[in-house]
Structures are given as structure tokens and as C-alpha cells.
């Protein structure tokens, strides 16, 4: 049996995901699961991003003016979301919508399809610190049936809980 004592801070843990190509026919729009990361760990804000921090004259611009562009100077977030970002890891390079996006959120405010891409300790974190499920009974659920648990109707999901923890014991 799982033991594990999440924290209240735990719900504030930053997830990326990014958008692409994929699924049978490698169509766009498929979203995965890139780990626990925030924006500006992503492979292509060292690489594919640059920084406009400064005027024509060279003279630095304010923070809130700065700008973050991809190569084709295409701007990708403006001085308020690049000090989001810079802050919190929380953000979004869109470089081609469906077929090169990341992103990143917070634990805490996950769509049901970000939660069925996250590996199942995430989704028992999300389910004890969002959903309030009691971890004890939680623990005697396999990893297999946690999808089926996602807040959707309050009333069936703590239903479908409390019938799954008691065939568990």
C-alpha cells in the first residue's frame, strides 16, 4: 500500500504539456505530457525564443514592455505574460497552434484531459489536495481506475469512490 502525505503546496506544482503532431494519424492537436517543468525549462524558450528588451537606440526598455519572438519575429508573449513566466513558470509558447504549442499549469487547475495524461502519483496528488479525497481510502485504488475518478459530477465521481476504496479493502 501507497503511503504519502501531500502538501497544500503541492497543488501550485507546475505540469507542461505540449500540443503537436500525433495519435494514429499523426494529426494535429495532440496533446502530452512533457513532467513537472515550468515554461522556462521548455527546449524551445533557450532555443527558439529572443528576448526584446531594448529599443531601436539600444536603451532598455521597462519590463513591461519587453517582448518574448520566436526566429520569424512573430511575438509569443508580451512584457506582462514573459514576467508571469519569469516568476511563476506558468505560460505558453505558441509556435504553429495545433502543431507546436506548450504550456504550462498548475496542479491545481487541470482539464479533465491534462489529468488523464498525468502519471498516476499526480493524479492521486490532484485527487487528495483538489478533490479532497481521503488519501487512505484512495490508496486501496489501482492506478487503472483513477480516470474514472475526475471531478465531473461531484455526486458520481464520490460515488464511484466510495464503491471503488471498498472493493480495494
Not at 50 to 70: I, N, Q, R
Not at 82 to 100: N, P, R, V
Not at 114 to 140: H, M, P, Q
Request: hydrophobic share 30%.
Amino acid at each position: 500500500m501507497k503511503t504519502t502525505i501531500f502538501t497544500q503546496e503541492q497543488k501550485k506544482t507546475v505540469l507542461m504539456f505540449h500540443i503537436g503532431r500525433g495519435g494514429r494519424f499523426h494529426n494535429q492537436g495532440h496533446l502530452t505530457f512533457e513532467g513537472i517543468q515550468k515554461i522556462t525549462d521548455c527546449h524551445d524558450w533557450a532555443y527558439n525564443t529572443f528576448l526584446h528588451d531594448t529599443d531601436g537606440d539600444e536603451t532598455l526598455l521597462p519590463e513591461d514592455e519587453w517582448k518574448l519572438s520566436d526566429g520569424g519575429g512573430n511575438e509569443l508573449m508580451n512584457g506582462k505574460e514573459l514576467q508571469t513566466a519569469l516568476s511563476t513558470g506558468i505560460g505558453s509558447l505558441d509556435f504553429d497552434g495545433g502543431y507546436d504549442t506548450t504550456y504550462t499549469t498548475y496542479l491545481e487547475e487541470l482539464s479533465e484531459k491534462e489529468f488523464t495524461l498525468i502519471d498516476s502519483d499526480l493524479k492521486r496528488a490532484y485527487l487528495v489536495l483538489v478533490c479532497g479525497f481521503d488519501e487512505e481510502k484512495l490508496n486501496k485504488i489501482g492506478d487503472d481506475k483513477l480516470d474514472g475518478l475526475y471531478n465531473g459530477d461531484e455526486g458520481w465521481f464520490r460515488i464511484l469512490y466510495e464503491e471503488v476504496a471498498e472493493e480495494g479493502e
